[in-house]
């Protein structure tokens, strides 16, 4: 059953798939991949990227997990804006993760055919000003900051080539509406259990200073044990602080529970969806 548009469902937009998107997508290549052009980062942006970043880093402590934190220190962003090329060489000497350069949303299967193949699209522009509290499409800093320290973790990197693989199959068994959900509830909004606490690992959560206090430590805020039927049962909220947030236990749990083959859970969702219809 097709749940409507995932979050970031472009095709549903109009019949042209970039219609309305702001990326550059008129010079990329078949694969929508385009090449980073450092030099069209000006001065402004270099200033915005450092007080966003500033903001983010200032908040980690005790409430980011191990790894994000571990692997921010290594990438060191305030040395500016990144070069997707310079972190390439570290990220694919550790977890053969690619970082490739796109001009914005790309459309579900092809998003999903470069996380198969272990590479990760990252939108080479960065927020307005005016945008600086809130964005709807994920621009450079979400997808930089919130995104790419996470793949310097094997488990977490192998889980989201398996997650790749996953969107390839159910776009074939229309399940991408269960699975979108898995994916906003892990790698957008995904908590960890850690060091007695709660701590983030989904970059939605990470690239964002209301939410990371909010998801972490607000008393108001829902955090369910990680199940991956309750998570696809569960329907999220593009522009808001999460309704609930799903806890794991730890990351190699996020990966056996990924393990099996989700046909028979997107059968029984349907039905179930059926009988409440
Ligand atoms: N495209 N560039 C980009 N980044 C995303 O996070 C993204 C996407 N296209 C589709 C998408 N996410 C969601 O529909 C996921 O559920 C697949
Ligand atoms: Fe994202």
């Not at 939108?123 to 979400?142: K, S």
């Not at 320290?149 to 509406?177: I, N, S, W």
């Not at 955090?223 to 602080?241: A, S």
């Amino acid at each position: 059953m097709n749940l409507g548009r995932t979050p970031f469902d472009i095709s549903a937009k109009t019949h042209d798939p970039n219609a309305g998107l702001r990326g550059d997508y008129a010079h990329m290549a078949a694969d929508y991949t385009v090449p980073q052009d450092m030099t069209r980062y000006d001065a402004a942006m270099q200033d915005r990227w450092q007080r966003l970043l500033s903001r983010q880093l200032e908040l980690l402590p005790g409430r980011a997990c191990r790894d994000f934190i571990e692997a921010v220190t290594l990438l060191d962003m305030k040395r500016g804006i990144p070069s997707l090329d310079e972190v390439n060489a570290q990220l694919t000497a550790r977890t053969r993760w690619t970082l490739v350069g796109v001009p914005g949303l790309l459309p579900d299967d092809v998003f999903f055919t470069h996380l198969a193949h272990r590479r990760f699209p990252v939108t080479v522009w960065l927020r307005e000003e005016h945008e600086f509290d809130y964005i709807v499409e994920p621009d450079l800093f979400h997808d930089f900051f919130g995104h790419v320290p996470m793949l310097f973790t094997p488990v977490y990197a192998d889980y989201l080539q398996r997650y790749g693989e996953g969107g390839l199959k159910a776009a074939a068994l229309d399940g991408l509406g269960w699975l979108a959900r898995l994916y906003w509830y892990t790698i957008e909004f995904g908590l960890l259990r850690e060091d007695g606490g709660v701590r983030a690992y989904g970059a939605g959560i990470l690239s964002s200073p209301k939410e990371l206090v909010y998801a972490v430590e607000s008393p108001t805020s829902r955090r369910l044990p990680f199940d991956v039927l309750e998570v696809m049962r569960t329907p999220y909220l593009i522009d808001d602080v999460q309704a609930q947030y799903f806890v794991l236990e730890s990351f190699p749990q996020l990966l056996d529970e990924t393990a099996p083959d989700f046909a028979p859970y997107y059968r029984s969702l349907d039905a179930e969806a059926a009988a409440h219809a």
